[in-house]
């Protein structure tokens, strides 16, 4: 660092605190690392612990005059390395603006970025609404976060993902100016959907400091079916019969690895010995949730369904779900992760898990595959061994071709968690390469001095 950003830096802090504007290294230490445990992470320069957009832009305002990268970050909970530090950096953390104002007339809320998806689920239910996407780490995870990566959740087989909610934003851009897009507005067609640009940009194009989303009714109490199978495809079959004729709440995966690590986690008497389980639930009104739910253990006999079990309890049902949403920190503690996040068109679900299970055999790995099954959206989790070079070398291998998997049956390398750095290397193998420099046109124009998150994407 030069003296000059050295000067600089500190009128920073005088100007913002010293509460605000971090630089001892030990402190910063926890800024380092999203849950993706990139390796390669740096050493910041700072952090901005920003407690306002006019914090965000003062940041942004001195990274930009001394041409110093700025990565955002909200709880750290990403999985693709998006918010990891780079050498020299300016991390800019959200996680102190957690303000939350919900409108019961407009259905609307408006929340800072660093609240978490928990707490803006909550505020809304205090008025009798829902904000329905529902990530599994929806309780650590922030809306910002959600925001830059359009994250989706175990619901977004029915209800949609991050986008489908995010109407308004306030965004400060690559110079440190600060500009609304959208509103509380249920129809909008003024200018370029530059609202929707945002979403998903994991920081690259600017940095989301309030937004503003749709909310629903609450969701009514669901019924849950759970049913295991002796094949994956029996399993991944019974998807496709589902989606065929519904679109039930709730439609996920979990193959025997997820299913053992999760009973070793929850002792609740899951079948160790099943191929795959689905958990599904309906939460259309009680006469017609029956109705489907009789439609849907009929479907899953008829794929040969080991078993099948279905309640209306609300504390039966949701105990299923907790053990979905355990299923990766279950199966890291049988080692530490490369997490995956691919999907593909339904039709080749099947094709995808089975697919995967190859790899696993051929890499000689353990690849445990959860999924959001209803909308092809899978998460393999390939489990490593630190004190085992070539079978850390196997697993990156693995890694790579899971991905070129999705990609070969029409899919997608990311889903839900973003491209962040561990993915970006087959990102022009998904979309193609007029895509790709169109891409990195966009980002240009916004970020012609690039550093906005530097190394993310693109």
């Given at each position: 660092?030069?003296?000059?950003?050295?000067?600089?830096?500190?009128?920073?802090?005088?100007?913002?605190?010293?509460?605000?504007?971090?630089?001892?290294?030990?402190?910063?230490?926890?800024?380092?690392?999203?849950?993706?445990?990139?390796?390669?992470?740096?050493?910041?320069?700072?952090?901005?612990?920003?407690?306002?957009?006019?914090?965000?832009?003062?940041?942004?305002?001195?990274?930009?005059?001394?041409?110093?990268?700025?990565?955002?970050?909200?709880?750290?909970?990403?999985?693709?390395?998006?918010?990891?530090?780079?050498?020299?950096?300016?991390?800019?953390?959200?996680?102190?603006?957690?303000?939350?104002?919900?409108?019961?007339?407009?259905?609307?809320?408006?929340?800072?970025?660093?609240?978490?998806?928990?707490?803006?689920?909550?505020?809304?239910?205090?008025?009798?609404?829902?904000?329905?996407?529902?990530?599994?780490?929806?309780?650590?995870?922030?809306?910002?976060?959600?925001?830059?990566?359009?994250?989706?959740?175990?619901?977004?087989?029915?209800?949609?993902?991050?986008?489908?909610?995010?109407?308004?934003?306030?965004?400060?851009?690559?110079?440190?100016?600060?500009?609304?897009?959208?509103?509380?507005?249920?129809?909008?067609?003024?200018?370029?959907?530059?609202?929707?640009l945002f979403v998903g940009s994991e920081g690259t194009l600017g940095?989301?400091?309030?937004?503003?989303?749709?909310?629903?009714?609450?969701?009514?109490?669901?019924?849950?079916?759970?049913?295991?199978?002796?094949?994956?495809?029996?399993?991944?079959?019974?998807?496709?019969?589902?989606?065929?004729?519904?679109?039930?709440?709730?439609?996920?995966?979990?193959?025997?690895?997820?299913?053992?690590?999760?009973?070793?986690?929850?002792?609740?008497?899951?079948?160790?010995?099943?191929?795959?389980?689905?958990?599904?639930?309906?939460?259309?009104?009680?006469?017609?949730?029956?109705?489907?739910?009789?439609?849907?253990?009929?479907?899953?006999?008829?794929?040969?369904?080991?078993?099948?079990?279905?309640?209306?309890?609300?504390?039966?049902?949701?105990?299923?779900?907790?053990?979905?949403?355990?299923?990766?920190?279950?199966?890291?503690?049988?080692?530490?992760?490369?997490?995956?996040?691919?999907?593909?068109?339904?039709?080749?679900?099947?094709?995808?898990?089975?697919?995967?299970?190859?790899?696993?055999?051929?890499?000689?790995?353990?690849?445990?595959?959860?999924?959001?099954?209803?909308?092809?959206?899978?998460?393999?989790?390939?489990?490593?061994?630190?004190?085992?070079?070539?079978?850390?070398?196997?697993?990156?291998?693995?890694?790579?071709?899971?991905?070129?998997?999705?990609?070969?049956?029409?899919?997608?390398?990311?889903?839900?968690?973003?491209?962040?750095?561990?993915?970006?290397?087959?990102?022009?193998?998904?979309?193609?390469?007029?895509?790709?420099?169109?891409?990195?046109?966009?980002?240009?124009?916004?970020?012609?001095?690039?550093?906005?998150?530097?190394?993310?994407?693109?």
């Amino acid at each position: 660092m030069s003296q000059d950003t050295k000067t600089a830096l500190d009128e920073l802090v005088a100007e913002l605190g010293p509460d605000v504007v971090v630089v001892d290294e030990d402190r910063m230490a926890g800024y380092r690392w999203d849950r993706a445990n990139d390796p390669d992470a740096g050493v910041p320069v700072a952090v901005v612990r920003a407690r306002s957009t006019q914090d965000v832009q003062a940041a942004v305002r001195f990274a930009a005059a001394h041409g110093v990268a700025v990565v955002p970050r909200g709880a750290g909970s990403g999985l693709s390395g998006g918010s990891t530090a780079q050498d020299g950096c300016l991390v800019v953390s959200t996680e102190r603006m957690t303000h939350i104002e919900v409108d019961p007339v407009t259905r609307t809320v408006v929340t800072e970025p660093g609240a978490m998806n928990a707490q803006v689920k909550a505020a809304a239910a205090e008025h009798g609404l829902w904000y329905p996407p529902d990530p599994s780490s929806y309780e650590i995870c922030s809306i910002g976060g959600n925001v830059a990566t359009n994250a989706g959740g175990l619901c977004c087989v029915k209800y949609g993902v991050t986008t489908d909610y995010v109407l308004g934003m306030t965004v400060v851009l690559a110079d440190g100016t600060a500009v609304e897009l959208g509103g509380p507005r249920l129809k909008d067609k003024a200018g370029l959907s530059l609202t929707k640009l945002f979403v998903g940009s994991e920081g690259t194009l600017g940095i989301i400091t309030r937004i503003v989303l749709r909310l629903i009714p609450a969701q009514r109490p669901p019924a849950t079916l759970v049913a295991t199978f002796a094949t994956l495809d029996d399993a991944t079959d019974t998807v496709l019969a589902i989606t065929r004729v519904m679109r039930p709440s709730m439609l996920e995966f979990m193959d025997r690895p997820t299913i053992n690590a999760v009973e070793d986690l929850t002792r609740m008497g899951l079948d160790r010995e099943a191929a795959a389980m689905l958990v599904i639930q309906s939460d259309e009104p009680a006469e017609h949730a029956g109705r489907e739910i009789a439609q849907i253990e009929e479907i899953c006999q008829d794929h040969k369904a080991t078993e099948v079990f279905h309640t209306t309890d609300a504390d039966e049902g949701e105990a299923f779900v907790v053990a979905r949403r355990q299923a990766i920190p279950a199966v890291e503690r049988t080692g530490p992760l490369l997490l995956e996040d691919v999907g593909v068109p339904l039709p080749q679900l099947g094709a995808l898990v089975d697919g995967i299970a190859d790899i696993a055999t051929e890499r000689d790995v353990t690849i445990a595959v959860i999924a959001h099954a209803g909308d092809g959206n899978t998460h393999p989790l390939i489990v490593t061994d630190p004190s085992d070079e070539e079978q850390q070398a196997r697993a990156q291998l693995a890694y790579g071709e899971v991905m070129s998997l999705a990609i070969s049956l029409g899919g997608t390398i990311t889903g839900e968690h973003g491209v962040g750095r561990l993915k970006k290397a087959w990102l022009g193998e998904q979309i193609g390469e007029d895509a790709l420099e169109l891409n990195r046109r966009v980002k240009q124009a916004l970020d012609p001095h690039g550093i906005l998150n530097p190394g993310a994407i693109l």
